[in-house]
C-alpha cells in the first residue's frame, strides 16, 4: 500500500501562457487514463483534471504552485507523467 | 404566415461592408440560446431523453471531426481552436452536468444543456480575464453545435450551399467562414460581430455587403425572405414593399455603376493636372485582402498590421511562422512593396494570453514599441521575421509608437542583435530594407527633425495623433464630437513633419483613415503630401479625386487653411473650393 503523500504531486505553472486550453486538453486525455478521478488542486480550489473547462476555473497562471491528487494506487503512472508534463512546462516557450 | 401579410421590417446594424443587395435569405442558424423551449418530462422518459442529448452530441461531435479531416493543411492556424471544441463536447462540466441536471431536474434535454452552459458562462465571466472570457465563446459554440442537433432543425451545411444568396447567421465561427463557397454568396447579415470581426474582414476583402451586429436577425428572417442588404449604411430590410424594392434597386445600380466606372479607370496613374504624381498603398491585416490590395490598383502596402497572427492564435507565433506568412504576403505582390509595421498591442488590442497589470490608461501604456522594447525576444522574432521574408520581396519595417530619439535608438540596437542572430543561424535575410517610424504621438511631431536623423521615412498615423494630440479618447461618446481631421491643430501638425521631412530628406506617407476621405485629399495635397496608405477600397476613389485637383492650387488654398483657427470653417472653405469636383 503506498502511502497518503505517494499519491501527491507538487508542481508548477512554468509556461508564459499559463495553464490555457490546449494543456488543459492534454491533461484530460491523460487522466482519462486513470482508474479514479484526479484532481488538480489551488488552494481550496479543486478542479476535476478530466475537464478542460473545469481546469480553465483554476484561472492558474505563470508561477501558480499546484498539487496533483489521486484516490487510487493504481494512477500513479499517470500522476508521474501528469508531473512530467508540467514539468516540462507543457512543452511550451521553445520557440519563439 | 401567409405571404401577403408580411410587412417591411428595417434593422439598423453596423455596416461591416459597403455595397447594396438584393436577394432571398439563407439562414444558418437561428438558435440564439433564447428561443430554446422548457418543458418538464416524466420519470420514465429520463432514460430517453438522455439518450436524445447523448445522440445529439455524438453526432454534433462526428460532424465536428468531419471538418477538421476536410481541413487542408494550409488551414493548420485554425486546427487548434477546433482540437479544443473537440475536447469539450464531452467535457464533464458540460456533458456530464447537462446528463445530471436531466435528471435532477426531469427537465427537457435543451433546457438542461441551456442551463448548465449558462452557469459556465457566468463561472468564467467572473474572473476578469480577458483570455478565459474569451474560452466562454468556445463553450457557447460548442453547447451551440449541440443544441442545433437538439432542436432537430436541420444543420445546414454552408458548403451545399448552391444558390445565390443572402446569409443570415448568428455568428460565423472560423469553421463555418472556412467551409462557404464565397461564390455563392450575395451578402452577409449577423447578429454578432462588428467592422473588424473575421467575417467583416473577409466580406470587405471580397467585396461583399455586409450588416453586422443587428443582435435578432436571425429570429426576425425567415427562409427565402426577400432582404436588402445595405453594407454602406448597416441597414437590412426584410421583405420590403415595392416601392422600397424599387428605390434600392436604383441605388444598387447606381452604386455597382459608380464602382464599375471608378474600377475602370482605377489603373490610371495618379497623377495631378499640373503632373504630380501620387502613390496610394493600401492598408491591410490579413493575407486574404491581397486580392483587394491587386483589385483597386494598390502600388504596394503602406501599412500591414501585424497583430491579427498574434491575436488569431492566442500564444506569441514562433519565427518561422511569421516568416512564412510575410513571405507568403511580399512574394504575392512582389515587385510592390509591404510595409510591415511591428506588433502595436496593448492600446486597443490587448492578446487575452498576456495576463498584464490592469492599466488605468491603456492608450497612455506600455503598448506598441514600448511593449516591444521591454520584450525584446517578442522584438527580436518579429524582426528576423521580416528580414527573413524581405529575401524574397520587396519589405519596409514600420516602428509604431515612437515618442522619443532615444526609443528609435534602442530599435536599432535591437535590429543589430536580430541581424546578429540570423547571421550565426546561417539563414537567408535582407536586412537592407527602409526603416521608418509611424508618427503618431505629438513628441514626435515636435522632434521630427531629429528623428529623422535616424530613420529613411516617416508614416503619419492620424487615427492616435488626433487621439493624443486632443487628448480624446475615441471610444467614449461624450468627447467623440472633438475628434475632426480638419481640425487646424492637426493640419498644422502634418505641417511640421512634412516640412521636417523634406529638410531632412526622407521620405513621408500617411496611413490613418484622414487619407482615405476624398474630402480630405486637397488640404493634404496642399500640404505636398503624395504618399498615402489607406483602406483598399478606398484607392479606386482618391485615385481620381487626384486626377481631377491641381497640386499648385491645393497648396495656395492650404496656405488659407493654415490661418484659419476653427475647424468648421476650414470645412466650409473645403466645401466651398472643392465641392464641385468632391461631388461630381
Same mark, same amino acid.
Request: glycine share 8%; proline share 4%; with cysteine.
Given at each position: 500500500m503506498e502511502s497518503?503523500?505517494?499519491?501527491?504531486?507538487?508542481?508548477?505553472?512554468?509556461?508564459?501562457?499559463?495553464?490555457?486550453?490546449? +494543456?488543459?486538453?492534454?491533461?484530460?486525455?491523460?487522466?482519462?487514463?486513470?482508474?479514479?478521478?484526479?484532481?488538480?488542486?489551488?488552494?481550496?480550489?479543486?478542479?476535476?483534471?478530466?475537464?478542460?473547462?473545469?481546469?480553465?476555473?483554476?484561472?492558474?497562471?505563470?508561477?501558480?504552485?499546484?498539487?496533483?491528487?489521486?484516490?487510487?494506487?493504481?494512477?500513479?503512472?499517470?500522476?508521474?507523467?501528469?508531473?512530467?508534463?508540467?514539468?516540462?512546462?507543457?512543452? @511550451?516557450?521553445?520557440?519563439? | 404566415m401567409v405571404e401577403s401579410e408580411k410587412t417591411e421590417t428595417?434593422?439598423?446594424?453596423?455596416?461591416?461592408?459597403?455595397?447594396?443587395?438584393?436577394?432571398?435569405?439563407?439562414?444558418?442558424?437561428? @438558435?440564439?440560446?433564447?428561443?430554446?423551449?422548457?418543458?418538464?418530462?416524466?420519470?420514465?422518459?429520463?432514460?430517453? @431523453?438522455?439518450?436524445?442529448?447523448?445522440?445529439?452530441? =455524438?453526432?454534433?461531435?462526428?460532424?465536428?471531426?468531419?471538418v477538421i479531416e476536410s481541413l487542408g493543411t494550409d488551414l493548420s492556424d485554425q486546427l487548434g481552436i477546433l482540437e479544443t471544441h473537440l475536447a469539450l463536447f464531452k467535457d464533464k462540466m458540460l456533458y456530464g452536468k447537462t446528463i445530471e441536471t436531466i435528471k435532477t431536474d426531469m427537465i427537457n434535454a435543451e433546457w438542461a444543456l441551456k442551463k448548465v452552459s449558462h452557469e459556465i458562462k457566468s463561472m468564467f465571466m467572473k474572473f476578469n480575464d480577458e483570455y478565459l472570457k474569451s474560452r466562454v465563446m468556445d463553450i457557447m459554440q460548442v453547447s451551440e453545435q449541440v443544441m442545433r442537433h437538439l432542436v432537430g432543425a436541420q444543420d445546414i451545411k454552408i458548403a451545399d450551399i448552391n444558390k445565390r444568396v443572402i446569409l443570415v447567421a448568428h455568428d460565423l465561427s472560423p469553421a463555418d467562414t472556412s467551409q462557404i463557397q464565397l461564390e455563392h454568396i450575395k451578402?452577409?447579415?449577423?447578429?454578432?460581430?462588428?467592422?473588424?470581426?473575421?467575417?467583416?474582414?473577409?466580406?470587405?476583402?471580397?467585396?461583399i455587403p455586409a450588416v453586422m451586429g443587428l443582435d435578432n436577425a436571425t429570429q426576425l428572417v425567415e427562409n427565402d425572405d426577400i432582404l436588402i442588404v445595405d453594407g454602406s449604411s448597416g441597414i437590412l430590410i426584410i421583405n420590403p414593399e415595392e416601392d422600397t424594392l424599387f428605390s434600392y434597386e436604383e441605388r444598387r445600380a447606381a452604386y455597382e455603376a459608380q464602382q464599375a466606372s471608378l474600377a475602370r479607370d482605377s489603373h490610371l496613374p495618379a497623377v495631378t493636372l499640373d503632373g504630380v504624381r501620387f502613390t496610394l498603398m493600401?492598408?491591410?491585416?490579413?493575407?486574404?485582402?491581397?486580392?483587394?490590395?491587386?483589385?483597386?490598383?494598390?502600388?504596394?502596402?503602406?501599412?500591414?498590421?501585424?497583430?491579427?497572427?498574434?491575436?488569431?492564435?492566442?500564444?506569441?507565433?514562433?519565427?518561422?511562422?511569421?516568416?512564412? =506568412?510575410?513571405?507568403?504576403?511580399?512574394?504575392?505582390?512582389?515587385?510592390?512593396p509591404v510595409t510591415f509595421r511591428t506588433l502595436d498591442i496593448n492600446g486597443d488590442k490587448v492578446l487575452p494570453y498576456m495576463k498584464t497589470i490592469e492599466e488605468e490608461n491603456p492608450a497612455l501604456g506600455l503598448r506598441a514599441v514600448r511593449f516591444c522594447l521591454q520584450r525584446p525576444e517578442i522584438f527580436i522574432t518579429q524582426i528576423k521575421a521580416v528580414f527573413r521574408a524581405a529575401a524574397f520581396g520587396k519589405a519596409k519595417l514600420l516602428i +509604431?509608437?515612437?515618442?522619443?530619439?532615444?526609443?528609435?535608438?534602442?530599435?536599432?540596437?535591437?535590429?543589430?542583435?536580430?541581424?546578429?542572430?540570423?547571421?550565426? @543561424?546561417?539563414?537567408?535575410?535582407?536586412?537592407?530594407?527602409?526603416?521608418?517610424?509611424?508618427?503618431?504621438?505629438?513628441s514626435a511631431v515636435i522632434i521630427a527633425e531629429d528623428l529623422a536623423d535616424y530613420v529613411d521615412f516617416f508614416s503619419i498615423g492620424t487615427n492616435d495623433l488626433i487621439q493624443y494630440s486632443m487628448a480624446i479618447d475615441r471610444r467614449n461618446r461624450q468627447v467623440a464630437h472633438l475628434y475632426h481631421p480638419m481640425c +487646424?491643430?492637426?493640419?498644422?501638425?502634418?505641417?511640421?513633419?512634412?516640412?521636417?521631412?523634406?529638410? =531632412?530628406?526622407?521620405?513621408?506617407?500617411?496611413?490613418?483613415?484622414?487619407?482615405?476621405?476624398?474630402?480630405?485629399?486637397?488640404?493634404?495635397?496642399?500640404?505636398?503630401?503624395?504618399?498615402?496608405?489607406?483602406?483598399?477600397?478606398?484607392?479606386?476613389?482618391?485615385?481620381?479625386?487626384?486626377?481631377?485637383?491641381?497640386?499648385?492650387?491645393?497648396?495656395?488654398?492650404?496656405?488659407?487653411?493654415?490661418?484659419?483657427?476653427?475647424?468648421?470653417?476650414?470645412?466650409?472653405?473645403?466645401?466651398?473650393?472643392?465641392?464641385?469636383?468632391?461631388?461630381?
Open positions: 497518503l503523500t505517494d499519491m501527491i504531486r507538487k508542481v508548477f505553472v512554468k509556461n508564459s501562457l499559463g495553464l490555457h486550453a490546449r +494543456p488543459a486538453a492534454m491533461i484530460t486525455r491523460m487522466a482519462g487514463k486513470a482508474e479514479k478521478t484526479i484532481w488538480i488542486v489551488d488552494g481550496e480550489k479543486r478542479a476535476d483534471a478530466s475537464s478542460v473547462i473545469d481546469i480553465l476555473t483554476l484561472n492558474a497562471g505563470k508561477g501558480t504552485s499546484l498539487s496533483i491528487e489521486t484516490e487510487s494506487e493504481n494512477d500513479i503512472d499517470v500522476l508521474n507523467d501528469l508531473a512530467k508534463f508540467f514539468e516540462s512546462g507543457f512543452g @511550451e516557450d521553445g520557440d519563439g | 428595417v434593422l439598423k446594424g453596423i455596416g461591416g461592408s459597403p455595397g447594396i443587395c438584393i436577394g432571398k435569405a439563407y439562414i444558418v442558424d437561428r @438558435e440564439g440560446v433564447d428561443l430554446i423551449k422548457r418543458y418538464p418530462i416524466s420519470l420514465e422518459r429520463v432514460p430517453a @431523453e438522455i439518450n436524445r442529448f447523448k445522440n445529439a452530441v =455524438k453526432v454534433a461531435k462526428d460532424g465536428h471531426s468531419a451578402g452577409f447579415v449577423t447578429d454578432r460581430g462588428g467592422k473588424d470581426s473575421h467575417t467583416g474582414i473577409i466580406a470587405k476583402s471580397l467585396a493600401a492598408n491591410m491585416e490579413m493575407v486574404e485582402e491581397v486580392v483587394s490590395v491587386r483589385d483597386n490598383d494598390a502600388k504596394g502596402v503602406g501599412l500591414f498590421r501585424t497583430e491579427f497572427l498574434y491575436l488569431y492564435l492566442k500564444r506569441f507565433p514562433s519565427e518561422d511562422e511569421l516568416f512564412e =506568412k510575410y513571405k507568403e504576403v511580399v512574394e504575392l505582390l512582389t515587385p510592390m +509604431p509608437m515612437i515618442s522619443c530619439v532615444e526609443e528609435i535608438i534602442q530599435v536599432r540596437e535591437v535590429i543589430e542583435k536580430a541581424v546578429q542572430e540570423l547571421k550565426g @543561424e546561417n539563414k537567408i535575410f535582407n536586412r537592407d530594407i527602409p526603416l521608418g517610424i509611424m508618427i503618431e504621438v505629438p +487646424p491643430a492637426l493640419i498644422r501638425m502634418v505641417k511640421m513633419v512634412v516640412d521636417a521631412a523634406g529638410k =531632412k530628406n526622407i521620405d513621408v506617407a500617411m496611413c490613418g483613415e484622414m487619407a482615405g476621405d476624398p474630402f480630405n485629399l486637397p488640404v493634404l495635397m496642399g500640404l505636398g503630401l503624395t504618399e498615402l496608405s489607406m483602406n483598399p477600397m478606398s484607392i479606386p476613389r482618391i485615385n481620381q479625386m487626384v486626377r481631377r485637383l491641381n497640386a499648385h492650387d491645393t497648396e495656395e488654398f492650404t496656405k488659407n487653411v493654415l490661418n484659419i483657427g476653427r475647424a468648421v470653417d476650414i470645412v466650409a472653405m473645403v466645401r466651398e473650393n472643392y465641392g464641385d469636383i468632391l461631388d461630381k
